[in-house]
C-alpha cells in the first residue's frame, strides 16, 4: 500500500482573464487565490498572506508532464505578482513586475498556461517585499516514481518572521527609521528590475558576525533578528507533529522559504540521504545534517526505525541558536518538549557538501560558446548590493553560457536565475566537476562559483541574490537574450 501523505503543495500561471472569463476555462483549470489570514506567532496574533489551491490548502500538486494550467485570483486590497520558483515558463508568464507583465492589480485574475516539466520539489512566491509576510506556498511536481513509490511525503515550508514590516526592516536596514515615503508601504515599494550599481550596508540591525570558512576573514551572517522562525507556520512551542508508520520509508521535501535566513537541516538520531537538490535528482548522499540557503530545496529519504517513537525535524538558524521544525512520529509515541531556541548555534552554511554533489542528469558534456564573470558587492553605507557584470549578459538562444559569480562582500549570497535551470561546474577556478543541477547557488564570501546554463529559453529573466533585501537593495541583474 502507498504511505503518502502530502502535506502541502504549491504552482501558478499568467495571461490576463476576467472572472467570468474564467468559467469557459477546461475543467483541469485550478484556482489558486491570494488571500489574507491570521495566524499565532509566539502567543500573539499576525495577519499574513496566504495562497491556496481549490482545495483550500496551501499551494498546489502536479504531475509531471502536465501543464500549469492555473487561474490566480488575487483577492487582496492591494497589488502582488506571484514567481513559480523551480518551474521554466515561456517569460511572459514569469512572475516579476513588468517582465514582462505589470503587477496583478487588486481584484484581477490571471491565467497561467504551460508545461509543468519534469517534476520536482519548487515553491511560489511573491516576487515583492510581500514576501517577507509569508506570501509563499509549495509547488510539488511528482515524477511518475515518485507517485508509485511506497513511502510518506511529508512538506516542510520553513520561514523567518517580523511583526515589523518588509519595508520597516529594509529602511531600518539602510540607517533611515523613518521609512521614507519610498518604504511607506509593505507590497510593491521593491524595484522591479533594479540595475542599480551599488553597494551594501548593515545598518543598525543585529546581526551575527563569524570567521569565513575558508579564507579567515570576517564573515556576516545575518541582517535581521527575526521575532520567530517558522516550520509550516508553526514554531517549536507548537510544532506540527506528523504521523509515519515504523519501518515506513519518508521522503521529506524541504523548501527554505525564509527571506534572510540559511539554515541546516538536523536529522537528529536519524539517517537520511540527500536525493535531490531545487527539485533535480542528485547520486545519493548520506548524511544526518544538510545545509541549505534561501530559495534551495532538499528532497531527504529517510526510514523510521522499526521501533518507533517520535524524532524532530529541525532546521537550525545559521549562526545562531534559534531554531524551528516538525515532529515524525509513530504511534503512541511521546512528543518530547522541544525549545524554539537550543544550546549551540548553528552552523555555517557553506559548499562544502555543494561540490560533492553529482547531477543524476546532467547537461551534456560540451564547452561553453559564451562566457561571463558577474561581481557580487557592496559597501557598507548605505545598505546597497550590485551585481556589476550582469548588464553585460546577452545570449542566443542555443548557446552554452557559463559564469562566474565571484562575491567580493563578507556576506553569502543565494543566488538564483529565472526561467532555467543551470549547472555547478567549478570553484574559485579549480578543477571542473559535474555537479548538481540546480536553480539557486550559494556563494560565499570571497569565493567564486561557475555555472553553465543551456540558453534555451528566451527572454530578460531575472537574476539576483534570494536573501529579499539584498535583492530589494540592488543585487539584481538580468540574463538576457539579445533577441528579446
Keep these: 500500500m502507498n504511505r503518502r501523505t502530502l502535506l502541502k503543495t504549491a504552482l501558478g500561471g499568467a495571461a490576463i482573464l476576467s472572472l467570468p472569463t474564467l468559467r469557459a476555462f477546461a475543467a483541469t483549470t485550478q484556482t489558486l487565490t491570494l488571500a489574507s489570514r491570521t495566524i499565532e506567532v509566539n502567543g500573539r496574533a499576525a495577519t499574513v498572506y496566504s495562497l491556496t489551491g481549490p482545495d483550500g490548502k496551501p499551494g498546489l500538486t502536479f504531475d509531471a508532464g502536465a501543464d500549469f494550467d492555473v487561474a490566480l485570483a488575487n483577492t487582496l486590497g492591494e497589488d502582488t505578482i506571484v514567481h513559480w520558483h523551480g518551474l521554466t515558463p515561456p517569460w511572459d508568464q514569469d ?4 517582465a514582462p507583465k505589470p503587477m496583478l492589480k ?10 509543468v516539466g519534469s517534476g520536482g520539489t519548487h515553491w511560489m512566491h511573491a516576487h515583492t517585499l510581500q514576501e517577507q509576510n509569508l506570501l509563499a506556498a509549495p509547488l510539488i511536481v511528482r515524477r511518475p516514481e515518485e507517485t508509485a513509490a511506497d513511502e510518506q511525503e511529508i512538506v516542510i515550508l520553513l520561514h523567518d518572521f517580523s511583526f515589523t514590516s ?13 521609512g521614507g515615503h519610498a518604504m511607506s508601504g509593505m507590497g510593491h515599494d521593491m524595484p522591479a528590475m533594479d540595475m542599480s550599481m551599488q553597494g551594501m550596508d548593515h545598518g543598525g540591525m543585529d546581526m551575527g558576525s563569524m570567521k569565513g570558512m575558508d579564507h579567515g576573514e570576517a564573515m556576516d551572517l545575518n541582517d535581521i533578528e527575526y521575532d520567530a522562525y517558522l516550520a509550516n507556520d508553526r514554531t517549536l512551542d507548537d510544532p506540527e507533529v506528523v504521523k509515519v508508520e515504523k519501518g515506513g520509508n519518508v521522503r521529506l521535501r524541504i523548501i527554505n522559504g525564509a527571506t534572510g535566513t540559511a539554515f541546516s537541516i538536523d536529522l537528529g538520531s536519524l539517517e537520511g540521504q540527500v536525493i535531490a537538490v531545487d527539485g533535480q535528482p542528485v547520486q545519493p548522499v548520506d548524511a544526518r ?3 541549505m540557503t534561501m530559495g534551495q530545496r532538499l528532497d531527504i529519504r529517510l526510514r523510521v526505525p522499526q521501533e518507533g517513537g517520535a524524532f524532530p525535524i529541525l532546521a537550525l538558524r545559521e549562526g545562531g541558536t ?3 521544525g516538525i515532529v515524525i512520529g509513530t504511534a503512541g ?17 557553506d559548499i562544502a557538501q555543494e561540490v560533492g554533489l553529482r547531477a543524476i542528469a546532467p547537461l551534456a558534456d560540451r564547452p561553453a560558446d559564451v562566457r561571463y564573470v558577474v561581481d557580487l558587492k557592496g559597501d557598507m553605507a548605505g545598505y546597497t548590493w550590485s551585481m556589476p557584470g550582469s548588464e553585460a549578459i546577452r545570449v542566443t538562444k542555443g548557446q552554452r553560457v557559463e559564469i562566474d559569480m565571484r562575491n567580493a562582500s563578507m556576506m553569502a549570497h543565494p543566488m538564483h536565475l529565472h526561467g532555467h535551470h543551470f549547472q555547478v561546474v567549478g570553484l574559485d577556478g579549480g578543477p571542473r566537476f559535474s555537479g548538481a543541477v540546480r536553480d539557486t547557488v550559494l556563494v560565499p564570501p570571497n569565493r567564486t562559483v561557475t555555472i553553465a546554463i543551456d540558453a534555451e529559453n528566451p527572454g530578460r529573466w531575472a537574476f539576483h ?3 529579499l533585501y539584498h535583492m530589494a537593495a540592488g543585487m539584481m541583474g538580468t540574463f538576457a537574450y539579445d533577441d528579446v
Design 166 to 178: 518588509a519595508a520597516e526592516l529594509l529602511a531600518k536596514l539602510k540607517g533611515n527609521t523613518s
Design 106 to 115: 487588486a481584484g484581477e485574475t490571471r491565467a497561467y498556461r504551460f508545461p
Design 322 to 324: 534559534q531554531r524551528t
Design 95 to 98: 512572475g516579476v513586475a513588468d
Design 289 to 291: 545534517r544538510f545545509p
Design 465 to 467: 541574490c534570494h536573501h
Design 333 to 349: 509515541s511521546t512528543v518530547p518538549k522541544l525549545s524554539p531556541v537550543g544550546e549551540v548555534a548553528g552552523p555555517v552554511v
